[in-house]
């Protein structure tokens, strides 16, 4: 069994260095989802997404 010290388990508050990282972990990410909302969607998603929409609606009709 492992015994932790009471100062292992103490969560000390983060340091400024900390909010830098976090900071720019965060800025790259939005500029990264921002990126990937801007492209295009893939022709073979559209193909596909067409396909279940045909099939849902021959589904509908045949009921």
Do not use: C, W
């Given at each position: ?14 340091n ?20 990937v ?27």
């Amino acid at each position: 069994m492992l015994n932790y010290s009471e100062k292992s388990l103490r969560k000390e508050p983060p340091n400024a260095s900390d909010g830098d990282v976090h900071s720019r972990i965060s800025n790259q990410l939005q500029t990264y989802y921002n990126e990937v909302l801007t492209q295009p969607l893939p022709q073979r998603f559209e193909d596909l997404l067409k396909k279940l929409d045909d099939e849902s609606g021959s589904e509908g009709e045949a009921r």
